[in-house]
């Protein structure tokens, strides 16, 4: 059974860190790409950040880049995504995914909230 569990949410002040974790099981994690998205209240789902399954090669969406890093220890079968100076529109459900070729799975979402 394929499972992704985020966590490491929660609620921070703006300037904050906060290091979201998931964890995977029932696939091959290693030959996966993953991805972090988030969708805010209103908006549609925007990708944040993207890590090949090596760990090689990331990519991040203009608004977080230099804040937010992707990381992976693929002998954990886990990614992360460390947010700091986190900002009050990062507020968001985040979810992490897994892709190869056609086949994708997700996560169910951890509420990242950003407010004083």
């Known amino acids: 059974q394929v499972q992704l569990v985020e966590s490491g949410g929660g609620l921070v002040q703006p300037g904050g860190s906060l290091r979201l974790s998931c964890a995977a099981s029932g696939f091959t994690f290693s030959r996966y790409a993953m991805n972090w998205y988030r969708r805010a209240p209103g908006k549609e789902r925007e990708l944040v950040a993207f890590i090949n399954s090596p760990g090689s090669s990331t990519t991040y969406a203009g608004f977080v880049k230099g804040r937010f890093t992707i990381s992976r220890d693929n002998a954990k079968n886990t990614v992360y995504l460390q947010m700091n100076s986190l900002k009050p529109e990062d507020t968001a459900v985040y979810y992490c995914?897994?892709?190869?070729?056609?086949?994708?799975?997700w996560g169910q979402g951890i509420q990242v909230t950003v407010s004083s």
């Open positions: 995914g897994a892709r190869r070729g056609m086949a994708e799975y």
